[in-house]
């Protein structure tokens, strides 16, 4: 089974970007479509991007679709989230997880789920 391990979270002004990273174990990476979520303080976990496995098509959430993009390198077993355009908003802990479904939006379709990556965005 895949384990995943997310990198690249931090503090940043509003306005300002980041790069996340979503980093893999076992060679069946290629096999899963990924997904990033989030969550606030006292916030569900919401969606935010998807992947499909080959990296040819992607999904947005409305709040960041033009502000995120979504990538892959099946070659290193990584996924990225490129956020740019900040907003104290998007502050939650953002986390990656695999899925055998694509595009999928409901985290109970998604497992297993990295450990989370804080990023903080000041106004």
């Known amino acids: 089974q895949v384990q995943l391990v997310e990198s690249g979270g931090g503090l940043v002004q509003a306005g300002g970007s980041l790069r996340l990273s979503c980093a893999a174990s076992g060679h069946t990476f290629r096999n899963y479509a990924l997904g990033w979520f989030r969550q606030a303080p006292g916030k569900e976990r919401e969606f935010v991007a998807a992947?499909?496995?080959?990296?040819?098509?992607?999904s947005y959430a409305d709040s960041v679709r033009g502000r995120f993009t979504c990538s892959r390198d099946n070659a290193k077993s990584t996924a990225y989230l490129q956020m740019n355009s900040l907003k104290p908003e998007d502050t939650a802990v953002y986390y990656c997880?695999?899925?055998?479904?694509?595009?999928?939006?409901?985290?109970?379709?998604?497992?297993?789920w990295g450990q989370g990556t804080q990023v903080t965005v000041s106004s």
């Open positions: 992947i499909i496995w080959s990296g040819e098509a992607t």
């Open positions: 997880a695999a899925a055998n479904q694509f595009p999928a939006t409901q985290s109970s379709v998604y497992g297993p």
